[in-house]
């Protein structure tokens, strides 16, 4: 089995890539895509260290992810579309009814 | 599995989850999503996560980036128009992102990090371990988990749903010749 660390790596990549978008990116929808690849990353972390220790829990905490983040994309795709109703925009600089 | 096959899975992983978050086109960012979420899904059957890699193509790469589709079709965002955001909070992202991935390093894999290796008992990985690990030490999680799912259904059915009397983009648009 490949070293821990590697595993490790692959995970902060992924998460440092989802980071960037959600700070790069200013169209919604795709800032709900880099929040998607943080959470793979959190559960491929999860899933390495589970192995190594022969423990099912990080199994199924990546289980609880799972159906977690299908109910926040649930939500959050929800409310991208009644923000569209609304502000017919899904560019985040637009919406800017709650700045100061 | 030999070390290379996970070098270049992992390699695919990364260079998948840029192409998320630098092309422009929101579908193609979709695409490059689900083929970082596959190639995880493949190393988490290789680290003997059977069923969650399936669960993982099935329920993610399957239902909710259909989902994602589904909300960019319906909001005509085939094609971005317009300035994706500015120059200089692109650079300094850029940067800060970068500074953060370093010091996960640091965090997560140092160099001497020891882990107590165990071995996996037989069956590890199962759908049965997995279920026995479900129904016995997270019995009240998983339960609350039906109910977050069901306010989440409710919830955005309310969210999404057209308000009577306010002129809608979407059917103006979609009724557009």
Redesign the interface.
Known sequence: ??P??????????????????V?????I??M???I??ML?AV???F??????????????I???V??????????G??????T???R?T??A?DLTLMRW | MP?FV??FL?AL??VS??G??IQRN?VH??LA?IG??MT?AI??IA???V??GF??II??AG??MI??LF??W??N?QT?V?P??HLL??FF??I???L??TE??FI????H?Q???????TG??SLA??A???FT??LV?FEV?SV??L???V??????R??PG?N???EVRNTAP
């Open positions: 089995m490949i821990l660390n590697y595993m490790m790596s692959l995970s902060a990549m992924i998460f440092g890539i989802g980071v960037a978008g700070i790069i990116r200013r169209n929808l795709v709900f895509m880099s998607e690849l793979n559960n491929l972390a899933i390495a260290i589970g192995s190594r220790l022969g423990s099912m829990d990080g199994q199924v990546v289980f609880f799972m159906t977690v983040a299908a109910a926040e994309s649930a939500v795709l929800g409310i991208i579309i009644s569209f109703r609304n017919e899904v560019h600089d | 070390p996970y070098i992992g992983a990364v989850a840029l998320v978050i929101p960012s979709l999503l970082t979420l995880v190393l988490f680290e003997d996560a069923v969650v669960l993982q329920v993610y239902a909710i989902l994602f909300v960019i319906l909001l965002l971005e317009g994706t955001g909070l692109k992202g850029s800060a992102a970068a953060f991935v996960l390093f997560l894999a140092p160099p990090m882990v107590k290796f165990t071995r996996e008992p590890y990985g371990s997995l026995g690990k479900l030490d997270y999680a988990t977050l799912l306010a989440a259904v919830g955005s059915v309310a969210l999404a057209k308000l306010t809608d983009p979407l």
